[in-house]
């Protein structure tokens, strides 16, 4: 496995080796001892979470102010623009964001600390995204920036709005929104 760094450097795309014949193919998407090496951390991981959507389908960008959630993410079926937005107000990027494609092909995994808000947008037809978390659900602790939120400015690859739930196009903007220290 191989770590890629983003425009936050806190925030890394995990690209697995991959082992492929005519058979299939063969991956190891996690090895604790190889997270800790390629992101400095050794997280316990407490949770995974699977959730299929259809194409267009926008979910996000969730975070939790209490509780909060680092998240290991990664597609098993289909293609995703995934999307971390940093919030805490003591880091250099605060307010920015970095995104990246993940796929069943490309087998990225993107890791997303703690203190950031999450969403990702469905490329495909459907798509079955799965993410590992540092943090229980703790629904009372839930928070949402807008996915759309002109001052963060999230660049969408979506023509027209994107599918949302109630919660998700009711979200924060950044500037009201409750942050990290």
């Known amino acids: 496995m191989q770590a890629r760094r983003t425009a936050i450097a ?99 995994q993107l890791w997303v600390p703690p203190g950031f808000a999450h969403g990702f947008l469905v490329l495909s037809d459907e798509a079955d995204f799965l993410y590992k978390t540092t943090d229980y659900y703790a629904p009372e602790h839930e928070r949402c920036l807008l996915w759309n939120d002109p001052g963060v400015g999230v660049h969408w690859p979506i023509d027209g709005e994107p599918l949302l739930s109630a919660k998700d196009r009711q979200g924060s903007l950044l500037a009201a929104c409750e942050t990290f220290p």
């Open 10 to 108: 806190d925030v890394l795309i995990l690209e697995p080796t991959v082992y492929g014949d005519a058979r299939g193919f063969f991956l190891e998407s996690y090895n604790a001892r190889v997270f800790e090496r390629l992101v400095g951390l050794a997280p316990s991981f407490v949770q995974d979470n699977h959730s299929r959507s259809a194409r267009g389908v926008l979910r996000g960008l969730h975070y939790q102010i209490r509780q909060p959630q680092g998240k290991l993410v990664r597609v098993v079926r289909g293609a995703v623009f995934d999307v971390a937005v940093d919030l805490r107000r003591s880091s250099p990027s605060f307010g920015r964001w970095v995104g990246a494609e993940l796929s069943a092909d490309n087998h990225r």
